[in-house]
């Protein structure tokens, strides 16, 4: 069993940062793939940013150059450092994790992007 919490949303103003936080507990050591989604109001959940145990990362191609994902293994934890961020990036950010038994997601956490 797997449990994911995220945490670090928030209103920001266009053009602002935020770091999002995804702490993993119980049986992590078979997680091969962590990601990062989101989903805004009336839209489907989409890939945002994702990791896997080797390092591999892969962006959704709105935002490439502008968000970055990263790892604290020692800390079980993942990141999604936001720059720039713009309006149309206001949505529940979701952490996501996969091994070859199971998958799981977090509660999600609230970015909104407004003046």
């Known amino acids: 069993q797997v449990h994911l919490v995220e945490s670090g949303g928030g209103l920001v103003q266009p053009g602002g940062s935020l770091r999002l936080s995804c702490a993993a507990s119980?049986?992590?050591?078979?997680?091969?793939?962590m990601g990062w989604y989101r989903q805004a109001p009336g839209k489907e959940r989409e890939l945002v940013a994702s990791i896997t145990s080797g390092g591999t990362t892969n962006y959704a191609d709105s935002v490439k150059g502008r968000f970055t994902i990263s790892r604290d293994n020692a800390k079980k934890t993942r990141y999604l450092q936001m720059n720039s961020l713009k309006p149309e990036d206001t949505a529940v950010y979701y952490c996501?994790?996969?091994?070859?038994?199971?998958?799981?997601w977090g509660q999600g956490t609230q970015v909104t992007v407004s003046s």
């Open positions: 996501y994790a996969r091994s070859p038994t199971m998958s799981t």
């Open positions: 119980g049986s992590i050591f078979s997680i091969n793939y």
